[in-house]
């Protein structure tokens, strides 16, 4: 595959003014794992080396589709390239893939590690020599709600991050894949279950895992610190990764980082929910007078099944995993009450204001939240339950989300759109979050935090940004989000590009991304020169950092108790929604 955007577009600075000056262009690395050699790129600007676009599994498509992962079966001589992003797996969302492409050949890792690696940790055919220490791996897992997304994301883009982990002396391998999304990495059925091919996002992931172990010490990375790390459904998926088989990390993995997200957040539905959407898509697929339906899915055109595999066509939130009894032997819930899952160091938190990207509009009334609660949130609350969450969330401005808004209402989104985003952030990540750490924090070193910060958004071509018109075109994102849900990936990422124009900004980003760091090195987010961060269960109620700028009052500890009594509620009824 030819160099592509990765060169014009998310590396171009690598390629462009702080490349200046800096002495006769360096050979491009070669790297050699168990299949044969790769060559890489040489990025001036950032003294990294990176790989992407690298097959860690098999062609998803054909006799492969709807099936476990398949490992590498082919070995070659000489090098191919691995220049540019890999495909993104299927899914209805165009956004990374425009750029990259999108099929089913999509099995993708990528990695950044900083250059110098080359000559101290590795030898001329790759492989690590052992004379100077090998790097912690930071295995970042993409979100988009399981249904779309992809690592070639200029979001996701890791070379800032690396950069910064050379910076404070505490250099990381930074490393990002895909896996299978929507119905091509979720679907269910009795069919599915039966084949034993059920769970292929999360064995998806395994797999990937199982290909660091195999191959990272060629890059100069440690096989024995790989933390796994994520937002949104990439955090879904991290809390899942925890508990498969029962809490088994099998040596793939050794700290975690979660980003809004709980393997409670996202629905469990067995066959009674995807057996009909199953039938639907054998209707359609003309596959149904066949005894063997989900075969039959094998050999169907890749251009005439897309559509039928639509996220966004399908009743309810979408395609995710489930209890198969298998990689999900049980719901995560109990799985995580009863310590089932893997005792390794955590570090989990959400933002203050998740729920409002969820929160529906046009909620004016009682009886508008009251039907809401009822009919649309899959947990089939009962009326006397509904009744006490709307005790718990009383209509009052000033305890609603956005937090420290006042009695500002936003009303145009609905009188209650405050309240109802509050019990929706708490239903889906507060509560979650909470649930999750106090059961980690009893078996390993476990740190919570609440990102406090309203991020900088860019402005849309042709439009101007009110009272922001000096700022490179863009400003604060809209009041009524607040700190909303992904605010802190720029900020972990500490990509310049995206954080905006402001010193503060890059100085909070300066000390997340390197607290993050820290704990992929230590598992612990402490060092010289950070605020001290106390495990979770320093204290009963647990303690939370808060991570915010100076103009906010800098940084500072809380004890986990803002909205109790509601978070915990609704975390008793997460058995109802199948989690």
């Known amino acids: 595959m030819a160099v592509s955007g990765i060169v014009l577009g998310l590396l ?34 950032f003294e990294q080396d990176v790989f992407l676009g690298v097959p860690y599994a098999q062609d998803t498509g054909g006799p492969n589709r709807f099936r476990v992962p398949q490992s590498l079966n082919e070995t070659w001589s000489g090098t191919r390239t691995a220049k540019a992003y890999g495909n993104a797996c299927p899914d209805y969302h165009l956004s990374a893939e425009e750029l990259h492409g999108m099929s089913e050949d999509c099995l993708s890792i990528n990695i950044v590690r900083p250059a110098e690696v080359r000559s101290s940790s590795s030898s001329s055919n790759g492989h690590g020599n052992g004379s100077a220490p090998l790097l912690p791996v930071m295995l970042w897992i993409h979100g988009g709600a399981y249904q779309y997304g992809g690592s070639g994301q200029s979001a996701y883009n890791l070379t800032y991050l690396v950069r910064k982990s050379v910076e404070i002396g505490s250099p990381v391998i930074g490393a990002s894949i895909n896996y299978r999304k929507g119905g091509w990495g979720n679907l269910y059925s009795v069919e599915i279950q039966g084949s034993g091919n059920t769970n292929l996002a ?15 010490e060629a ?13 949104s459904a990439g955090s879904f998926a991290v809390g899942q990764l925890l508990l498969s088989y029962g809490g088994r990390a099998d040596g793939l993995f050794h700290r975690s980082i979660q980003e809004s997200g709980s393997a409670t957040t996202a629905w469990c539905n067995g066959s009674d929910w995807y057996q009909p959407i199953y039938d639907n898509i054998v209707r359609q697929a003309n596959c149904d007078s066949v005894p063997d339906t989900l075969e039959c899915l094998r050999t169907i055109d890749y251009e005439t099944l897309y559509p039928l595999l639509n996220s966004s066509s399908v009743p309810g939130p979408g395609f995710y995993p489930t209890v198969d009894g298998d990689v999900l032997p049980n719901y995560p819930s109990e ?24 929160a529906p509009f046009g909620i004016n009334t009682d009886e508008d939240l009251r039907n809401y609660l009822l009919h649309r949130t899959g947990f089939n609350f009962p009326a006397s339950a509904v009744d006490h969450i709307l005790e718990l969330y009383p209509d009052d401005p000033t305890q609603g989300v956005p937090v420290d ?137 647990g303690f939370n950092l808060v991570l915010q700028t100076e103009t906010q009052g800098g940084t500072y500890v809380e004890e986990d108790t803002y909205r109790l009594a509601g978070r915990e509620y609704l975390t008793h009824w997460a058995k109802r929604r199948h989690v």
């Open 219 to 231: 890059f100069g990375g440690d096989a024995s610190s790989v933390t796994i790390w994520g937002q």
């Open 202 to 216: 999360l064995r998806d992931m395994r797999k990937a895992l199982a290909w660091i172990q195999e191959n990272i």
């Open 12 to 45: 171009a600075s690598a390629f462009g003014s702080t490349a200046a000056g800096l002495g006769p262009a360096r050979a491009d690395p070669v790297v050699t794992v168990r299949n044969g050699s790769y060559e890489g790129l040489y990025l001036p600007g």
């Open 405 to 541: 808004t006042g009695s500002e209402r936003f009303a145009d989104n609905g009188w209650q759109y405050k309240r109802v985003a509050a019990i929706v952030g708490d239903v889906f990540y507060h509560g979650p979050r909470r649930f999750d750490v106090q059961n980690y924090a009893p078996f390993s070193p476990t740190y919570a935090y609440r990102f406090n910060t309203r991020p900088w958004v860019s402005a849309p071509p042709n439009t101007t940004v009110i009272g922001n018109s000096s700022n490179g075109g863009g400003g604060l994102a809209p009041a009524y989000k607040g700190v909303e849900h992904f605010s802190e990936v720029p900020f972990v990422f500490a990509n310049p590009t995206t954080l905006g124009p402001w010193p503060e900004y890059h100085k909070l980003s300066d000390q997340v991304s390197s607290q993050w760091i820290r704990f992929a090195h230590t598992g612990d987010p402490n060092g010289p020169g950070l605020p001290h961060w106390p495990r979770y269960d320093e204290c009963a109620d």
């Open 335 to 358: 799985l995580l009450s009863a310590g089932r899952f893997a005792h390794v160091p955590h570090m989990y938190g959400t933002v203050s204001d998740d729920g409002t990207d969820n």
